[in-house]
């Protein structure tokens, strides 16, 4: 991916342009990234938020490690897992990514997107799409995982929406347990509250993770949050 000019400067090119015409300012930025390729300035400020942070994010990460990804919708948190995923396949590890809200194409088109359209990496990432994707199922298929396996689970406040699942606090203690035993890396696709204001703070926190049912956040062990091109990397433990 290469822009015409640093997001910052597209930034002041929007705001030009909606004074000049006189248009709202989210109008303006989503004409920008029209000129950029994008279909709108959501995707392309997810695409360099995920660029900038997946490419140093795995030489961070320890064996054993759970990590939380969080970012309002279209700020790129799924990008970063899959690209995540792309980058531990390239370190010759094995990469898993656990969705139940993509399908097996959907998941496949986005890698293309990360890739330039050419299969390449994509095509050694294990894809499970299973509707019993739960933290005994995820334990199970990863049984015979390597230490340093990397594994992407979309997404975090879903694990347990089927009434036959354990509790969500239950499942990441499991998963955590689990981690800690075989060195597997988790990374958790996570929503982030509503309520969170970018006006007030420029990117979210633990405080903003959605949790509709309760987890003890110390459980993991890093954390990345991302909005509007913007990055952050947190070692929590």
């Known amino acids: 991916m290469k822009l015409s000019a640093p997001i910052y400067q597209l930034k002041r090119r929007a705001k030009l342009l909606a004074r000049n015409e006189n248009v709202p300012l989210h109008t303006a930025l989503d004409r920008v990234a029209r000129d950029e390729g994008f279909a709108r300035w959501g995707l392309l400020s997810a695409r360099v938020a995920t660029a900038a942070t997946a490419s140093e994010m795995l030489s961070r990460l320890s064996d054993g490690d759970m990590l939380l990804m969080g970012a309002r919708p279209g700020h790129g948190k799924t990008l970063l897992g899959l690209q995540l995923l792309l980058d531990a396949i390239r370190d010759g590890r094995r990469g898993v990514f656990f969705t139940l809200e993509y399908t097996e194409q959907e998941t496949h088109a986005r890698i293309r997107s990360l890739e330039g359209g050419s299969s390449g990496l994509g095509t050694a990432l294990e894809i499970v799409t299973s509707d019993e994707i739960c933290a005994e199922y995820i334990m ?11 594994a992407v689970i979309d997404y975090l406040q879903i694990l347990d929406q089927r009434r036959n699942k354990p509790e969500l606090s239950e499942q990441i203690t499991s998963l955590q347990n689990f981690a800690r ?26 405080q903003d993770i959605r949790l509709p049912n309760t987890v003890d956040v110390g459980l993991f062990s890093k954390a990345c949050f991302l ?3 913007k990055a ?6």
Do not use: C, W
């Open 140 to 150: 199970r298929y990863l049984a015979d995982a390597s230490p340093g396996t990397v």
């Open 181 to 206: 035993k075989t060195g597997n890396i988790l990374a958790f696709v996570s929503q982030i509250d509503r309520g969170y204001d970018p006006e007030v703070k420029p990117l979210p926190d633990m």
């Open 227 to 229: 909005h509007d091109g």
């Open 232 to 237: 952050q990397f947190l070692a929590i433990a």
